[in-house]
């Protein structure tokens, strides 16, 4: 995987690689990630999921920077911490989910202290 992402970065730089090729990634490990948090033909592991999760959004991967927003907004894996649910979501929006605009203050204002 680590190999994969490397030539994937390398193709990138040098022009070899499409936005498609990188879109197919994105998609690829957000599947993979989607699995491990929910326990889909494999063990359950929020570490895993986190992880790839984060890759896929990283490459732009809207869903998969929601995911990660939603992880953290309900401690799904992860301690909750609306501060960085709200960043993910941003970005999810950033990226072009629509649904995550609208969630980008909710976590703030359902955990206010």
Do not use: C
Not at 31 to 43: D, F, I, K, N, Q
């Amino acid at each position: 995987m680590v190999l994969k992402r490397l030539l994937l970065g390398g193709l990138l730089l040098t022009g070899t690689a499409s936005a498609q090729d990188v879109i197919e990634e994105a998609q690829r490990l957000r599947t993979l990630a989607a699995r491990y948090e929910h326990a889909r033909g494999v063990r359950q592991d929020y570490q895993e999921a986190y992880r790839l999760y984060s890759q896929a959004a990283l490459l732009g991967d809207s869903l998969a920077a929601y995911s990660l927003g939603w992880m953290y907004f309900n401690g799904r894996g992860l301690s909750r911490e609306p501060h960085y649910a709200v960043g993910w979501f941003k970005r999810a929006a950033k990226a072009g989910d629509v649904y995550a605009a609208g969630r980008e203050d909710a976590p703030v204002v359902a955990h206010a202290y």
